[in-house]
């Protein structure tokens, strides 16, 4: 299996952001695991990570909006059409798809998703933030 972790990569200095990044990307190799495993949990962990997902991106946007971020709609845009595929994996896994496929999905359009916009998107924003004195 690859390895679904949170890495110093992707540190932004930002703490509560950090500690929402290392949240998500956890719940995700759980949901992964559950999917493998064609473990009944899978519906609930997908819940789970949805939420904290969606909690975490009004963490940030709240965060872009004190900074007066010139990309905010951007970059909430992406977190917009993120909150909708996972939707829609969610929806697949109640409706009981395949479970191979799922578990595909969660690692490819989820987790990996997530860690690339963390280098892309989120480490500019904490740029942005730390000059601004959020840490
Ligand atoms: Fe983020
Ligand atoms: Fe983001």
Redesign the pocket.
Known sequence: MDNMKWNEKLKTGVAILDKQHKDYLSLCEKAYKAANSKSSGLSAALKAANKAAAQH?KT?EEMMGMVFYPELQG?KN??DKFLKMEEAIAKEAELGADSKKLADKIKEELFDWFVL?IEK??LK?AKILKLNNIK
Do not use: I
Request: glycine residues 0%.
């Open positions: 991106f940030e970059h992406l977190h916009h998107n989120d924003l």
